[in-house]
């Protein structure tokens, strides 16, 4: 009879942490369902019948450990891994999955339908067509989780959270899986990854979605470096904008923007841009570009804002008005005609991309006064394009007209 290793049976780390009546040796038989009985043998030291005999040296035996396998992601059920097939595994032996998508990015705006091309191929091509499914998801930015946009198994689709009832899969040709959006909105700018799987073959390529719009400072009514990172965000919202991402800001440097108070970005970063070097602005000895103070504490540090307004879908005008307003009187009159006061990012976009140019000042929805210049002249500011600000007056002062916004 040979001999189990106790601390093998039970996986204790020492023979003293068994219970004491496990504190002994088994004989094979006992271990392997027998009855128990401890005979001696000829030739052992040992006592009566009964007694079980002086143990051989203990025989160990190794378990092998058994991996998982890796994780993989999951999406409506299914279940996929990167790794490849093994050797002689039936088609897709030697056959390659390639997704393509383009690598510019698209640009469209607000209230329209875009479509996110992405399609796949086989290298070697196969003959015969093979289901797949797919998924599409808009990528983690600036500390926001990533978004489930639409996963699909051939005919069947479903789309999650803002999207639902918003996007399908356009499949005009054979192994076509474009993602079409409608009804574009600002959160749905950013980059979206489109994931072709076949059994247990995946692979994605990367669509860039950008909507055409204006980067605008914004300070708060109290004036300079008022707003912590959250007021920030909500002060952008409430002018029809969000705050700027970094590309965004640094696109709107490239055109010429210049403003010398720092401002938050979407990533909690606070930064300005310069094109014009002067000592109040970073000292002569740096060169013209984007200046960062880096992360900020949202809470703690206050600064201005940097928002992004998108193109317009409606229209924004001067009132023509008999008289000058107060800002209630102003509200009211754009009510009277059917609009409401514009929101300063409205009155940029409109300045951007309508060509709106006016050299009357006109109370705005945040309390601001502001006019559009797209030709400079002599009586309307500084000699170059942009949006003029007399601030924040009394409201009750009647020296202004007032911008109007009438949706589309």
Known sequence: QQLLDIHSLYGAASISELEPSRQQLLPLGPALGGKGACVPLRGWPGGNAGVCPQPLPLRRFKIPQIRPLPRTRTALGWRHSSHPKPPGDGIFNGVKLVVETPEETLFS????????????HYEPALLSPRPVRVKWWKLSENGAPEQDVLVAIGRRHRSFGDYRGRVRLRRDEERQVSLQIRDLRLEDSGRYRCEVIDGLEDESGLVELELRGVVFPYQHPRGRYQLSFHEAQRACVEQDAVVASFEQLFRAWEEGLDWCNAGWLQDASVQYPITRVRQPCGGLGLAPGVRSYGPRHHRLHRYDAFCFAPALRGQVYYLEHPEKLTLAEAEE????????????????????????????????????????????????????????????????AREYGVYCYRPR
């Open 109 to 120: 705006h607000r209230g329209a339908n875009a479509t996110l091309p992405c399609r796949y």
């Open 333 to 396: 009159a754009c009510r009277e005609d059917g609009a409401h006061i514009a929101k300063v990012g409205q009155l940029f976009a409109a300045w951007k991309f309508r060509g709106l140019d006016r050299c009357d000042a006109g109370w705005l929805a945040d309390g601001s006064v502001r006019y559009p210049v797209v030709h400079p002249r002599p009586n309307c500011g500084l000699l170059e394009p942009g949006v003029r600000s007399f601030g924040f007056p009394d409201p009750q």
